[in-house]
């Protein structure tokens, strides 16, 4: 069955360094949305793209982290420099459309450590 | 900006005790949705709540959608340990185009 793939699932790195995270979202499904998941903070939403354009990413620090789409069967999230706070579990998603009754399906996630 | 608020925020509870979960806000939403969450897993949709007042039903869950549309409920009838999970309401307001999630339920049901 369909599915949105995540990779890595895991990811420990070291403070400074860069992370790349990558998505598949489910063939056909035309918007992606990149979340982060922490206790204190719950989900978040830190970006999102239709039809591979980005709409919205003012949930995302500009200064080091970055979206793209450079097809339509992926997603990447990137951070650099990676920062202790940054550690986190990262999901993406992808959607139909962008009806608010649009269901997401959300992909395993990236848990991400940064010591 | 628009808050969801949901209570509690953790619960434990014994094998085939209900429980009540409540998503909050002072603002309105055309829709709302409820996601559950299992560990190590991606949010996963239950249902979708559109007219104020609605109820749904799955199976021993029933969803309600405030009249005004800026709550919403969670009830679990006869709780199994399957329904274990963190519980997320999330809602989509008029003129936005992503949805706002709210911070959770952590439900813990013991056999």
């Known amino acids: 069955d369909a599915r949105v793939t995540q990779t890595p699932r895991h990811k420990v790195t070291e403070m400074g360094q860069e992370v790349t995270m990558r998505c598949q979202p489910i063939?056909?499904?035309?918007?992606v949305f990149w979340y982060r998941q922490t206790m204190m903070q719950g989900l978040e939403l830190l970006a999102y793209f239709r039809n591979r354009a980005p709409l919205d990413d003012s949930g995302m620090p500009k200064d080091r982290f970055s979206a793209e789409m450079p097809d339509a069967t992926l997603a990447t999230l990137k951070i650099q420099p990676s920062e202790p706070r940054d550690s986190a579990v990262y999901f993406c998603?992808?959607?139909?459309?962008?009806?608010?009754?649009?269901?997401?399906?959300f992909g395993p996630g990236t848990r991400l450590t940064v010591t | 900006t628009q808050l969801l608020e949901q209570s509690p925020q953790f619960l434990s509870i014994q094998e085939g005790e209900n429980l009540t979960v409540y998503c909050n806000s002072s603002?309105?939403?055309?829709?709302l949705q409820w996601y559950r969450q299992e560990p190590g897993e991606g949010p996963v949709l239950l249902v979708t709540?559109?007219?104020?007042?609605e109820v749904k039903k799955l199976k021993r869950l029933t969803f309600q959608f405030g009249d005004a549309r800026k709550d919403s409920s969670l009830h679990i009838t006869a709780a199994q340990p399957g329904d274990t999970g963190l519980y997320l309401c999330?809602?989509?307001?008029?003129?936005?185009?992503?949805?706002?999630f709210g911070s959770g339920t952590r439900l813990q049901v013991q056999p």
């Open positions: 998603a992808s959607a139909l459309g962008l009806a608010g009754n649009d269901e997401q399906y």
């Open positions: 063939l056909g499904h035309n918007t």
């Open positions: 709540v559109v007219t104020g007042g």
């Open positions: 999330a809602g989509a307001g008029a003129g936005r185009r992503a949805l706002t």
């Open positions: 603002s309105v939403f055309s829709s």
